[in-house]
Antibody
Framework: QVSLVQSGAEVKKPGASIKVSCKAS????????IHWVRQAPGQGLEWMGL????????NYIQHLKDRLTMTVDTSATTAYMELSSLRSDDTAIYFC????????????WGQGTLVTVSS | IMTQIPVSLSVSRGQSASISCKST???????????LSWYLQRPGQPPHLLIY???KRFSGVPEKFSGSGSTTEFTLTISHVEAEDVGVYYC?????????FGQGSKLEIK
């Protein structure tokens, strides 16, 4: 069955960077885009961006473009989300999700990774 | 921009609940398909898919969940609400980039 397993919680200081991993299994990794969504404490969901694992093409939400990098390691069927110059308002749970090609819906989600930015 | 109403709702067991989601732009693409989906996020869990393409139930989703609407206005209806339906419901558009979610509607049992 399809599974997305993310790396564990992290605490970072302002100005640092974070790299979260999302290990995919149970399907052909290059067949589906991976998206990243975040959720600040007590808040709603924010779409951050996507990566096409087939050739690495990305698309990021405008206000994170300068700080956000998504990559994949196809041999390890793992997607990565790196966010730099962290600020306190980047404190959130970060989710990866698989998008179904035909329906453009997110059928599988990682368990989430809590990133806390605090001095 | 996606706007959900209500932000919260309290429903008695066995009653129905409806959530509205409105988009400032048409969600119908050039092929005539609207990529509007609904997700439920239970406390402490990631969201999970209920409805895709406005009205199609995802695999394993009970018939009590139904979606309707077109173009810019959409509705999720939950019939016979039970305790396990509690959580926050989100609509999401994936017709155009950047993708976006509604702000969420929190369902509680009265």
């Amino acid at each position: 069955q399809v599974s997305l397993v993310q790396s564990g919680a992290e605490v970072k200081k302002p100005g640092a960077s974070i790299k979260v991993s999302c290990k995919a299994s149970g399907y052909i990794f290059t067949n589906n885009y991976i998206h990243w969504v975040r959720q600040a404490p007590g808040q709603g969901l924010e779409w951050m961006g996507l990566i096409n694992p087939s050739h690495g093409a990305t698309n990021y939400i405008q206000h994170l473009k300068d700080r956000l990098t998504m990559t994949v390691d196809t041999s390890a069927t793992t997607a990565y989300m790196e966010l730099s110059s962290l600020r306190s308002d980047d404190t959130a749970i970060y989710f990866c999700a698989r998008r179904l090609a035909q329906t453009k819906s997110f059928d599988s989600w990682g368990q989430g990774t809590l990133v806390t930015v605090s001095s | 921009i996606m706007t959900q109403i209500p932000v919260s709702l309290s429903v008695s067991r066995g009653q129905s609940a409806s959530i509205s989601c409105k988009s400032t732009q048409s969600l119908v693409d050039i092929n005539g398909r609207a990529y509007l989906s609904w997700y439920l996020q239970r406390p402490g869990q990631p969201p999970h898919l209920l409805i895709y393409e406005v009205s199609k139930r995802f695999s394993g989703v009970p018939e009590k969940f139904s979606g309707s609407g077109s173009t810019t206005e959409f509705t999720l209806t939950i019939s016979h609400v039970e305790a396990e339906d509690v959580g926050v419901y989100y609509c999401m558009q994936t017709t155009q980039l950047p993708y976006s979610f509604g702000q969420g509607s929190k369902l509680e049992i009265k």
